[in-house]
Structures are given as structure tokens and as C-alpha cells.
């Protein structure tokens, strides 16, 4: 695709999650052609496992065009909704088409848990939901023996002590997605799935699909969960 047509003005929703109150912006209807970027998606011969991320399934790399759409027209949002100062100059890290195909048995500890994408203080992830049919949403947690919403950087130790204290008391985890409030974790928030719809977060928000590997995991990129995955970050220094 050599450009992405971005339907404005946006159909933007911003919910304020959590005992912390922190913005997730949902946009709906995001691009004009979504079936064009599936399919691109779907033609990818890249698709690879992201094992350093811990992404339990392939990604592909997304080409540029779709990003600078997407943040000419967030940014100005982003700045206003997160009080961004205009010094911090965005930059994204990561662009990638992504689809679920782990299997519940092959996860490790980290991925049967939520998790946060980066502690720094400006920098975001989003995931446009691209395939038709039903999949899994995204869910926000909260951390209940710390009460934490958001891991920052000042939260970082004290997060990581606690969530092994519990699994050194109660015990790993079953073998399975988490997508439902546990002993260790509450779902405080969900976006449904919907095709088209993008919903972006703070990197440090506790986060994870809602997976039901009966629906959700599928090695076929043309029936599985597809998504474009956009992390951000805004900085001084570059």
C-alpha cells in the first residue's frame, strides 16, 4: 500500500480506567480500507516468533506508510489527552502485524500473566483490531497485592518483588491466557473486539488479549487474529 487513508474526523472514545484514572483512547472506523491492510497483512511471507518482546505468537514488520497516517493524526490527541510537552518529539519503535498462534501449553510463566510494554513515562502501544468475526479484546488489570495500575519506573522493583512473593507463596500459574480476574490480578477494564478499531494505552499499563484458544489462536493469517501494533515513544533526546 502506498497510502493509508485515515477517515477523520476520528470516532474517538476515551475511557478513564482504573482507581488511577488513566486515559485508553478507542477510535473506531480507523482507516478507510481496512481489507487492503488485512490483506497485506496476510500476504506477508515475514511472519516470525517475537522472542525477545514474549509476544505468544509471529510478527511481521508493518510498513511506515500505515504508522505516519496513524500519528499525524494522533498525535496532537495524544499530546492533549497525556500533557505531553511539546520538547518530547515522538518516535515509534516497533511496527508490526501480529497474530495469536501459541498454544496455552507452550506459555511461558510471564505470558500466562499481564504485562506492561515499557515503564518510561511517554510511551505507548496500540493495537488495530484488523481481521472480521469475533477475537479476543484487550483487558486492563490491576496488580491486587500492590494495587498497581500502572508499573512506572519508581513502581518497577516494588512490582516485580511482589508478583514473585505470590508466586512463591500460591504458585505458578496454570498453563492457560489470562482473561478473567485471578488471585493475582483483576480485570478492571475491557475493549471488545471489533474490526477496525484501534485502541491505544501507556506502555506502562498492566495489559493482555483476552484469549479463548478455541476462537483466537490460528496459524492462518486470513482466519486468525490479525492486528497492526504501533509502540511510541516520546523523548528528548532524539
Request: glycine share 6%; charged share 20%.
Amino acid at each position: 500500500m502506498s497510502t493509508i487513508k485515515i477517515n477523520t474526523p476520528p470516532k474517538l472514545d476515551i475511557q478513564r480506567v482504573g482507581n488511577e484514572n488513566t486515559p485508553v483512547l478507542i477510535i473506531d472506523d480507523l482507516v478507510g480500507e481496512v481489507e487492503r491492510l488485512r490483506e497485506q497483512g496476510c500476504a506477508h511471507d515475514s511472519f516470525e516468533h517475537d522472542l525477545g518482546a514474549g509476544y505468544p505468537g509471529v510478527r511481521a514488520v508493518l510498513l511506515n506508510v500505515y504508522s505516519n497516517a496513524v500519528l499525524k493524526e494522533l498525535i496532537p490527541t495524544l499530546r492533549d489527552v497525556y500533557r505531553i510537552p511539546d520538547r518530547f518529539k515522538p518516535k515509534v519503535i516497533f511496527e508490526l502485524y501480529s497474530l495469536l498462534t501459541q498454544s496455552p501449553d507452550e506459555l511461558s510463566l510471564l505470558q500466562r500473566l499481564p504485562h506492561y510494554d515499557s515503564n518510561r513515562p511517554f510511551y505507548f502501544a496500540s493495537v488495530h483490531y484488523l481481521s472480521p468475526g469475533e477475537f479476543a479484546g484487550t483487558g486492563i488489570f490491576r496488580h491486587r497485592p500492590t494495587g498497581f495500575e500502572r508499573i512506572t519506573e519508581h513502581r518497577t522493583s516494588a512490582y516485580i518483588g511482589a508478583a514473585k512473593a505470590h508466586v512463591a507463596e500460591y504458585g505458578m500459574p496454570p498453563a492457560e491466557y489470562i482473561n478473567a480476574s485471578t488471585d493475582h490480578f483483576e480485570l478492571i477494564f475491557e475493549v471488545p473486539y471489533q474490526q477496525n478499531r484501534l485502541v491505544l494505552y501507556p506502555g506502562c499499563l498492566l495489559h493482555s488479549g483476552l484469549v479463548d484458544p478455541a476462537r483466537d489462536i490460528n496459524n492462518d493469517p486470513t482466519a486468525g487474529r490479525l492486528t497492526a501494533n504501533l509502540f511510541i515513544d516520546f523523548d528528548t533526546g532524539y
